[in-house]
């Protein structure tokens, strides 16, 4: 089975990404393609560009500050292939929690969740999914209610695991972080708000 990852990443981000692709590579027990864009305009942009080039069975979309544990694929193509999407655990460099299917909360196995920060799909997915709006925060919120509409939920998989690095360069794309969180959000809201119940 192969999985693609999709990885944006911009300029000042070298050595992030060096270790991101590495990571995919060494501690993936799936054949994995990675595809990267570099200083496009958001996060979703380059999942979008990336999503034309994807080959395989699965599609995750990542970005060049997370750095994969080993087993995460294991334990996301586990719930895709039990009809769900997987919701990440995620801790800091210190080893803190950052998110466990909600932020700052352990949630145990399997438990239902609103949604998942890093998305990994069934590749037919993503014809149901895609295009994302071209915003930076919120692409995972879109990500995630759009398959969720098309019948598949999240559920947390403590195993699909990562450790954040909290890159800075690029962080609010183009605006402050507080900016683009607002901007990114009344985007996300108008889309949802825009589709028929």
Known sequence: MKITVVIPTVTGRETDLARCLKAYETRSEHDVYTVTFKDLGTCAEGWNNGAQF?????????????????????????????????????INPAGRLDSCGLHGVEMEDWAPVPMSVIPFMPMRLWEQVGPVPPIHYYSDNYVSWRAAKAGWSTVVRRGFAFTHHWAQPGRGAGMTYEQRMAHDRRVFLDAVSAQPT
């Open 54 to 90: 994807a080959k395989g069975d699965y599609l995750h979309f990542s970005a060049d500050d997370l750095e994969p544990h080993a087993g995460w694929d294991v334990a996301a193509v586990e719930a895709v292939e039990a009809g769900f999407l997987p919701a990440p655990r995620i």
